[in-house]
């Protein structure tokens, strides 16, 4: 005697979905499907796939029928749809996954399209303020973790972003679910809103810095500029969910958050994004190995030494060694003929910009001491240190450091032009761990401090110029006593006999 048909059975046929199309929108095997079908596998509220399920099904309500389910379930056994407490995704999962039979005089009846396909009803859940802005957020994130790898993102941020940064808390919880969905193989596609204050800019996109280091985030800019009744933040996981907020800067309690479900919306707002990015341009550039040679080269071309420069790293970079130190570095670096001119080739592209003992209108670099000593003490060095560019052994420069050492002393004491800062970046929090370089009106450089050996360089002004500033109030911030030329040689000649 054959199984009962289970009441997914039912809700499939009364939705016109076949089992093929479900396993494709679950990502599972055709097979499980059909012995979901069949009951020969139970669906539990504990299946990884129930809300998936759920979610598809509602959507499919709406857009083919113009009903949301509760109103077509109704004359039918829906008793467990019947708390109105409860979301309609609670309710119909609460009558997938009840095992009791479906009466033969309830069984659900084949459903007529609506009569005006571009009209539907459909749920979705609503929030407001900030503090409902994070909860909203931390469902959508933890929503792209629990889905297969690859999936891609879309977002676009307007609004100001006080409902991120006026929670410490949750911003750290932001950025570690953000690593997360990053690490995860998924990719984000970013339209920045650049028309704002400077120092709201310049905060933003640091804040997005160590995100844009892994690699797996492609920025862009809307470059038109007017004024905005309304600000809009859009986040969307392509085919699956998007979450759409509004902010009005003369309402308070004024932030608004909807996520939607059902594929009309999705549809919508996915053409929306396409629609923008086609106006809109890349605002950074993001390379690694041979790109950062090219990258450098570019800049070196544009180099004319009448701007001013900041460089905030965490350790030295061996582009600010002298010639003859680096050619003994390099001498030890056992590389073939061609990997050392590539690398020759670098440090001169990159001394060009960035060594002291170059005369430009204004030199500043800032360091953190806490890192410079572990690096003094130990026998391995960072990875800015020794070029990555190319692959090599591990070598001993201890003494090449202590070289190097000797010759920022010589420019500080030579290069009027030249300032560098000493200091612990934990007790500045405007000091982000992030190793930058910005040169007034010209492009901004960061870089990650890892074996990844990826760069992100902007030369948009906007840009530029917002986050040169920044730095130059980060630089100020500085106590004096940090920044004093005597300070700064004493502990490099510290550091120099470790």
Not at 170 to 192: C, P, S
Not at 340 to 356: G, H, T, V
Request: a neutral charge.
């Amino acid at each position: 005697m054959g199984r009962e048909q289970s009441r997914l059975a039912y809700m499939m046929d009364a939705l016109g979905i076949n089992g093929r199309e479900l396993a494709k929108v679950l990502n599972v095997d055709y097979s499980l499907v059909s012995k979901w079908r069949t009951n020969n596998r139970k669906l539990t509220r504990r299946s990884a796939h129930i809300a998936k399920l759920a979610e598809y099904m509602i959507s499919i309500s709406s857009a083919k029928y113009g009903d949301p389910l509760n109103k077509i379930l109704t004359g039918a056994d829906g008793s467990a749809l019947a708390d109105s407490g409860k979301s309609l995704e609670d309710r119909l999962i609460a009558w997938l996954t009840d095992e009791s039979i479906i009466e033969q005089s309830h069984k659900l009846f084949t459903l007529q399209p609506a009569r005006n396909a571009n009209r539907i009803v459909s749920e979705c859940t609503t929030y407001r303020g900030n503090a409902e802005r994070r909860a909203a957020v931390l469902q959508f994130l933890d929503y792209v973790i629990s889905l297969p790898e690859g999936q891609k993102l879309m977002l676009i941020s307007q609004e100001d972003t006080d409902w991120l940064t006026e929670d410490p808390e949750f911003f750290l919880t932001w950025q570690a679910r953000m690593a997360e969905v990053l690490n995860r193989n998924n990719r984000i596609t970013i339209i920045h809103w650049i028309d704002r204050r400077s120092d709201q800019l310049a905060a933003m996109l640091i804040k997005w810095l160590p995100l844009h280091l892994t690699g797996k985030i492609d920025s862009h800019y809307y470059p038109k500029y007017s004024e905005m009744l309304f600000r809009t933040t859009l986040f969307i996981i392509e085919n699956h969910i998007a979450m759409v907020g509004m902010d009005d800067e003369h309402r308070g309690n004024n932030r608004y958050t909807a996520i939607f479900r059902d594929q009309i919306s999705l549809q919508h707002y996915q053409g929306v994004f396409r629609k923008l990015i086609k106006a809109c341009q890349p605002l950074v550039e993001t390379c690694d190995g041979s790109s950062c040679r090219n990258l450098m080269s570019g800049l070196s071309d544009s180099f004319s030494g009448h701007q001013s420069l900041l460089l905030i790293s965490d350790q030295f970079l061996f582009s600010t060694m002298e010639e003859e130190n680096f050619e003994r570095m390099l001498g030890r670096m056992e590389l073939g003929s061609s990997d050392a001119e590539q690398l020759r080739d670098y440090y001169a592209k990159s001394a060009m910009l960035f060594s002291p003992m170059k005369k430009r209108y204004r030199c500043r670099h800032a360091y953190d001491l806490k890192s410079l000593y572990q690096a003094a003490a130990g026998e391995k060095w960072p990875f800015q240190y020794i070029p990555h560019i190319v692959e090599h052994k591990d070598i001993d420069i201890r003494d090449i450091f202590a070289g190097h050492l000797r010759s920022l002393i010589k420019a500080l004491n030579e290069n009027e032009s030249f300032e560098m800062a000493l200091v612990n970046f934990q007790q500045l929090p405007m000091i982000l761990p992030a190793n930058l370089i910005a040169e007034q009106a010209n492009y901004v450089l960061t870089w990650s401090g890892d074996n990844r050996g990826i760069m992100v360089m902007s030369k948009e002004p906007t840009i530029v110029n917002s986050i040169y500033s920044f730095y130059d109030s980060a630089w100020e911030s500085i106590p004096r006593v940090s920044r004093s030329k005597e300070f700064v040689i004493s502990e490099l000649m510290k550091m120099a006999e470790l």
